[in-house]
């Protein structure tokens, strides 16, 4: 089995749109959203409260079990198609299993 993980720049509906794709596909064996591990210490009054950078879309990760190369490939080939419908940034990083 490899390993597929997929970072989502987007909203929890993005993120939620291309897992259901992805559960869709014959060839997957599981999807599973990872949790966030970095804790995230910014506090209302913190003089960066606000900024740029903490407003706007989040980022989801995604992990997708995958059978052999050919799922893999319709993987990216489906979820580049939804990103585009969607206007989300996606990331892919592989491991072999």
């Known amino acids: 089995m490899a390993m597929l993980r997929i970072r989502i720049t987007g909203t929890e509906d993005d993120a939620r749109a291309i897992s259901d794709l992805l559960q869709s596909i014959d060839g997957i064996e599981h999807v599973e959203e990872t949790d966030d591990l970095m804790p995230h210490m910014d506090d209302d009054d913190s003089s960066s409260a606000g900024l740029s950078d903490d407003i706007g879309p989040g980022t989801h990760e995604l992990e997708v079990e995958v059978g052999n190369e050919y799922t893999t490939q319709r993987v990216r080939d489906a979820v580049?198609?939804?990103?585009?419908?969607l206007d989300v940034f996606v990331e892919y990083e592989e491991d072999e299993g």
């Open 80 to 85: 580049e198609v939804l990103a585009r419908e």
